[in-house]
């Protein structure tokens, strides 16, 4: 396998509890093991060296809670890696504190993923979040204490329990903290989780409800000046905060179709034709890198279609058009002359080439229409 992927991602596992809708691969505690699983992954980025181009364009740190690791090993993490012009870590907002903050900026983070999930306190305790409210404002000050100028907030949407006035509450609890970045993403709960068992059927209410949340979210935030560039992400508009361009640019390389190498237990990547992803057993993961081995794997070989019509289907999700040239063998042209008819996507020729994007009323239909532009 060859590549020279210029992203990549750093898989940090551990939690400090885990939410009943989460479905990522986590691990709960183990604050001995903290340090080994650091040697381990720098052990396997090392093994993966070639892979990457230099210089990195952004690193992604995941989880779990990255912020949860102990601060020795996630400090030794940090320092250890390759330089990169965005270097993402999520946090929890209770393990935000002055000593993390001011470790993260030493380290050269420069932007930071805090999961809110939402402001309402009932809520939070459907999600089984141990973070308040109060916790996600502190979290937000002391980051801006130590100098973040890049701040993203998640938020949740179609929580059991949750109102109209409830998801309002949150944008208006969220805009008041400036930040950055939005990301409000659809609750999905894996079918037979305890989770789904307990809230089975106000889950099924609250489906019924997706659509109207969405635009009350789009028409919320655009509204506050945010620029909705992905269809769960919104970022400040570039005049309002000196020209940066704030789309996380991590997350962009993965709608755009670029390479990416990921490390760590469960960790993806996408190099050239083949896909991969690592164990999720922390103790074969171990084993393998103290053998100098790489970490057992299931590996699928990408063909020109599948490649494809994911290029189309990320694509889409962006409010700046893809070529039609680049996607056009995954497109089913009836489909697409009907779909402009409804008003559903839009064709345009500039620069000698002809461009596809949907429509804002497309947009917030999304996936259904991405669905029926490809090709069966």
Same mark, same amino acid.
């Given at each position: 396998m060859s590549g020279c992927a210029r992203h990549l991602y750093v898989h940090l596992p551990f939690c400090v509890h885990r939410c009943g809708y989460c479905d990522f691969v986590t691990l709960v505690g183990r604050a001995e093991q903290h340090g080994g699983y650091v040697e381990a992954l720098l052990a396997e980025l090392e093994l993966e060296r070639a892979r990457l181009g230099e210089p990195l364009e952004t690193i992604f740190v995941g989880g779990g809670t990255p912020t949860f690791t102990r601060p020795a090993a996630l400090a030794r993490l940090l320092r250890a890696l390759p330089r990169a012009d965005e270097v993402t870590v999520e946090a929890n907002p209770e393990s935000v504190g002055c000593a993390t903050a001011e470790l993260l900026r030493a380290a050269g983070v420069t932007r930071i993923s805090v999961g809110a999930q939402s402001f309402r306190p009932h809520l939070l305790d459907v999600l089984e979040r141990r973070a308040g409210p109060d916790d996600v404002r502190r979290a937000v000050h002391t980051l801006r204490g130590a100098s973040f100028d890049n701040i993203s907030l998640d938020l949740l949407y179609g929580i059991p329990g949750q109102t109209t006035a409830d998801l309002r509450r949150d944008l208006e609890e969220a805009l008041a903290l400036e930040p950055e970045h939005l990301s409000c993403y659809e609750l999905e709960a894996k079918p037979g989780t305890r989770f789904t068992h307990t809230y089975g059927d106000e889950l099924a209410r609250q489906a019924e409800a997706m659509e109207s949340y969405f635009e009350l979210i789009v028409e919320t935030l655009t509204g506050a000046g945010y620029r909705w560039y992905e269809t769960a992400n919104f970022c400040r508009e570039p005049e309002a905060v000196g020209g940066r361009d704030l789309r996380a640019r991590h997350n962009l390389a993965y709608w755009r179709g670029r390479d990416y190498l990921g490390v760590g237990i469960g960790a993806v990547s996408t190099l050239g034709a083949v896909r991969y992803r690592n164990t999720p057993r922390l103790t074969a993961y171990l084993? &393998? /890198?103290?053998? %100098?081995?790489?970490?057992?794997?299931?590996?699928?070989? +990408?063909? $020109?279609?599948? #490649?494809?019509?994911?290029?189309?289907?990320?694509?889409?999700?962006?409010?700046?058009?893809?070529?039609?040239?680049?996607?056009?063998? &995954? /497109?089913?042209? %009836?489909?697409?002359?009907?779909?402009?008819?409804?008003? +559903?996507? $839009?064709?345009? #020729?500039?620069?000698?080439?002809?461009?596809?994007?949907?429509?804002?009323?497309?947009?917030?239909?999304?996936?259904?229409?991405?669905a029926a532009l490809l090709v069966e």
């Open positions: 084993s &393998a /890198l103290a053998d %100098g081995r790489r970490p057992p794997r299931e590996e699928e070989r +990408l063909d $020109a279609d599948t #490649r494809l019509r994911e290029l189309l289907m990320l694509g889409l999700r962006l409010d700046e058009p893809i070529e039609l040239g680049a996607v056009d063998a &995954a /497109l089913d042209h %009836g489909a697409l002359e009907r779909l402009k008819r409804q008003c +559903l996507v $839009a064709t345009e #020729r500039r620069a000698g080439a002809e461009w596809l994007s949907l429509t804002p009323r497309g947009r917030f239909l999304g996936g259904g229409v991405t």
